[in-house]
């Protein structure tokens, strides 16, 4: 059955970097894209961006570009997050979650196979 | 960027009811809209997809209804297991957007 594995927890300084790795199996990694989703402590779901795990294309919000980048490598079927320059408002659950339909776009989909969430904190 | 609000932020209700938790999309989203339970210390778990498709596994008593700005999800028959909080989504455009979610309690 299609499984989902995160990296372990991380304590970080502010200013620092994380990566955050999602290993999956259970299916074609290239064929289902890989969106990132992050939960701070008591608040909604927000989404941190989507790479295309076919042709490595990537779309972030402009609230994450030039701290955020994801990637992917396909012989291990694993996607990779990485946030630099860390804030204390980044302390939250990060969240990988494969799309619902195979070589879908970036819209008109939705998350259906979840990781079970890769707990960041940022403290000085 | 398109806001999802949805309503209420949260409602209490008992085993057996029926309950409904409405979002609106600051702009047309056609139907691309997703609901989702999240549980405390759980991932979000995907229940209805494209305004009104029920996710392979998911009960029936879940249903979505919409579309354009307004939708709603609703819980028929409502479980212990369903206390929860519930979001929507839209993927119309990016940035993908979700609504602040409802939490469901037990009266």
């Known amino acids: 059955q299609v499984q989902v594995a995160q990296s372990g927890p991380e304590v970080k300084n502010p200013g620092a970097s994380v990566r955050v790795s999602c290993t999956t199996s259970?299916?074609?990694?290239?064929?289902?894209?890989i969106n990132w989703v992050r939960q701070a402590p008591g608040q909604g779901l927000e989404w941190m961006g989507w790479?295309?795990?076919?042709?490595?294309?990537?779309k972030y919000p402009q609230k994450f570009q030039g701290r955020v980048t994801m990637t992917t490598q396909a012989s291990i079927s694993t996607a990779y997050l990485e946030l630099r320059n860390l804030r204390t408002d980044d302390t939250a659950v990060y969240y990988c979650?494969?799309?619902?339909?195979?070589?879908?776009?970036?819209?008109?989909?939705?998350?259906?196979?979840w990781g079970p969430g890769t707990v960041v904190t940022v403290s000085s | 960027d398109i806001q999802m609000t949805q309503s209420p932020s949260s409602l209490s209700a008992s085993v057996g009811d029926t309950v409904t938790i409405t979002c609106r999309a600051s702009?047309?989203?056609?139907?691309?809209l997703n609901w989702y339970q999240k549980k405390p210390g759980r991932a979000p778990k995907l229940l209805i997809y494209?305004?009104?498709n029920l996710q392979s596994g998911v009960p029936a008593r879940f249903s979505g209804s919409g579309s354009g700005t307004d939708f709603s999800l609703t819980i028929n028959n409502l479980q212990p297991e369903d206390y929860a909080t519930y979001y929507c989504?839209?993927?119309?455009?990016?940035?993908?957007?979700f609504g602040g979610g409802t939490k469901v309690e037990i009266k």
């Open positions: 790479i295309s795990t076919y042709n490595h294309n990537t």
């Open positions: 702009e047309t989203i056609f139907s691309y």
């Open positions: 259970g299916y074609t990694f290239n064929s289902f894209n």
């Open positions: 989504q839209q993927t119309d455009s990016t940035p993908l957007t």
């Open positions: 979650t494969r799309d619902r339909s195979y070589y879908g776009s970036v819209t008109k989909n939705a998350f259906e196979v």
């Open positions: 494209g305004a009104v």
